[in-house]
Nanobody
Framework: QEQLVESGGGLVQAGGSLRLSCAAS????????MGWFRQAPGKEREFVAA????????EYGESVEGRFTISRDTANNTVYLQMNSLTPDDTAVYYC????????????????WGQGTQVTVSS
C-alpha cells in the first residue's frame, strides 16, 4: 500500500529554518512526482513545491520561491522541503503528496497524501 509519512515540523522563530521530510514507500516513490502543499486555518490548501520523479525539474509556489527548496533522495525514498527565512505567514499544516507522471501544482492531480505536519512560525 502506498504511504507517505511527513516529519520535521515544529515551532520556529521568524527568520529561522526547518527541513521537512516525507518518507514514501518504494512503490510510491519509484515513478511518481512528489509535491508539498500547505493549509493554514481558515484558508484553502496552497501549492508549495513539486519535483519530478527524476529530480531534474522542480516548481515552486510564488510565496515560497527563493526561500524553499524541494529535493529527493532516491536511495532513501525520501523527499525534503528545506524552508529558510520563515515568516509567520508560513504557519500551516504541510502535506506531502504523490502523483503518477509529471509534476503539477494542482492538488487535485495528487492521489496519495500524507497525514501532515504542523509548522508554526512565531514573530
Amino acid at each position: 500500500q502506498e504511504q507517505l509519512v511527513e516529519s520535521g515540523g515544529g515551532l520556529v522563530q521568524a527568520g529561522g529554518s526547518l527541513r521537512l521530510s516525507c518518507a514514501a514507500s518504494a512503490r510510491t516513490f519509484g515513478d511518481y512526482a512528489m509535491g508539498w502543499f500547505r493549509q493554514a486555518p481558515g484558508k484553502e490548501r496552497e501549492f508549495v513545491a513539486a519535483i519530478t520523479w527524476t529530480g531534474r525539474s522542480t516548481e515552486y509556489g510564488e510565496s515560497v520561491e527563493g526561500r524553499f527548496t524541494i529535493s529527493r533522495d532516491t536511495a532513501n525514498n525520501t523527499v525534503y522541503l528545506q524552508m529558510n527565512s520563515l515568516t509567520p505567514d508560513d504557519t500551516a499544516v504541510y502535506y506531502c503528496a504523490a502523483r503518477p507522471g509529471y509534476l503539477s501544482n494542482y492538488d487535485g492531480d495528487f492521489s496519495v497524501w500524507g497525514q501532515g505536519t504542523q509548522v508554526t512560525v512565531s514573530s
